[in-house]
């Protein structure tokens, strides 16, 4: 009942007449064109109509409300401007979101909608300067004045002939009250209206989490797809996990990943791209990962067992062990080259050295991931360490042996030496996989 009783607002208890009118102005409370930070855009006169214009490289605009403006609910939406005379709403998200409550506590602005459908999420940025909030605006070109808006706001509107009447907010003295009318507008245009080049990034998601991390690296070679209701292109990403689609005309498009085979999306598959075709669109990055990742480890005692160790003869194992900077009880650098060696290697394995007993934890997991039964990308959630890959780890390990190889009980170094040979054991029986 509340959103019938705001929508049916009338034209009639909206206008006010003529000569109330004359004492009102619009632009009391001015909107401002701002980036997602909350900085305003640099802007300039427009020479045909005197008017400043604030110029956006990219789609990227944000309005942030002024701080002097009243709490409530307020009408937002986008018009071209033509020269004709003739406007038309540009606007393309969901009616209902057009609807803002503005809550103003102290001069900070913050935002919700109180009619969403939630159907496509609106994004909020940060408000003037940096404090409260701003809202994105989501708008197409109009082919009478391309890349060329009005931003519209206002306390007071007429739904009548729909929401596509570009003349819906009233102005004036609002008669039941006998208050100005709040009515704001700004003009702003974005680049050169020379189509838009669609990108963005696919990486290796190592620890599924669906953010790209420092070390994660991209994926090449995957398959991209532009798609209309009608049309499909691909695009094909680079060495550095990059794709564009170049010169995409305005209109409403999904971008999706294709997945290989074996392979699972970590982020969401596809994500909606609504092109205006005046600046480049960057797309949320795409993550993607191993879909069924091996994370069955053996502990070390299996490794010195017949069984363990004709796998570790199998693949090939005991050449590879010099890498891993293997130490004996003594802080000795050992790599047993043949199986009876390993064997008491690692059957007689002890803590009086940190390294030595990291060592033996260190060669297990090697042996895991040779034969296959850990993927370095599995994930564990130490409680020590926190969550990172197998590989993370190993890399953490390995390291540490190389630069400390005999830490005694008071070796400064064989605290982290214990918490490193721990989290090993608890990934070597399969404690703490995520």
């Known amino acids: 009942m509340l959103r019938n009783t705001i929508l049916g607002l009338g034209a009639a208890t909206l206008f006010a007449t003529a000569t109330s009118a ?10 401002h064109l701002v980036d997602a930070a909350g900085n305003v855009v640099a802007s300039s006169v427009d020479p045909a109509t005197g008017e400043t214009v604030y110029q956006f490289s ?26 004709d005379g003739f406007d038309e709403v540009v606007s393309t998200n969901d009616p209902m979101d057009r609807f803002v409550n503005v809550t103003n506590t102290g001069g900070v602005i913050t935002l919700s909608l109180p009619f969403t459908n939630n159907q496509v999420p609106t994004t909020f940025g940060l408000g003037l300067g940096g404090q409260g909030q701003s809202i994105l605006l989501t708008f197409r070109s109009s082919e009478f004045s391309p890349c060329k808006f009005y931003a519209n706001f206002g306390n007071a509107w007429d739904l009548t002939n729909g929401p596509d009447n570009p003349y819906l907010l009233a102005g004036g003295v609002n008669p039941t009250t006998g208050e100005c009318i709040v009515r704001s507008y700004e003009a702003f245009a974005v680049d050169d209206g020379d189509g838009s080049d669609v990108t963005g990034i696919v ?12 070390g994660e690296g991209p994926l090449a070679g995957w398959e991209v797809q532009l798609v209309t209701d009608s049309t499909s292109v691909s695009a094909v990403t680079d060495a550095d996990g990059r ?5 995409v005309a305005a209109g409403s498009y999904s971008v999706e990943l294709v997945l290989p085979s074996g392979y699972i999306a970590t982020t969401a598959g596809s994500y909606a791209a609504q092109v205006c075709a005046c600046a480049d669109l960057v797309v949320q990055d795409f993550g993607g990962a191993v879909a069924m990742l091996p994370c069955d480890a053996k502990p070390l005692c299996y490794w010195y067992s017949y069984h363990g160790l004709c796998k570790i003869q199998q693949f090939g194992v005991l050449p590879t062990l010099p890498a ?24 007689f394995a002890n803590s009086w050295n940190m390294g030595y007993a990291l060592s033996a934890q260190v060669t297990a997991m090697h042996a895991n991931l040779m034969t296959g039964k850990v993927h370095p990308a599995c994930v564990l959630r130490d409680p020590c360490l926190g969550t990172m890959t197998v590989a993370q780890l190993m890399e953490q390990a390995v390291a540490s042996l190389a630069a400390h190889p005999y830490t005694s009980p008071w070796s400064s ?3 982290q030496q214990s918490k490193l040979k721990n989290a090993l054991l608890r990934a070597n029986h399969n404690w703490i996989w995520q």
Not at 58 to 73: C, I, K, N, Q, R
Not at 243 to 247: A, D, I, M, S, V
Request: proline share 6%; glycine share 4%.
């Open 413 to 415: 170094h064989r605290s």
């Open 324 to 347: 891993l900077q293997l130490v004996n009880t003594c802080g000795q650098r050992v790599a047993p080259g043949n199986l009876l060696h390993l064997k008491w290697y690692l059957l």
């Open 58 to 83: 990219t789609e990227a605009v944000y309005v942030a409300f002024d701080p002097s403006l009243a709490s409530g609910t307020y009408y937002l939406h986008v018009t071209d401007r033509p020269i």
């Open 203 to 214: 990486f290796a998601d190592a620890d599924r989490d669906g953010v790209r991390d420092p």
């Open 243 to 247: 794709y564009r689609f170049q010169h």
């Open 22 to 31: 004359q004492f009102c102005s619009d632009n009391l409370y001015p909107l």
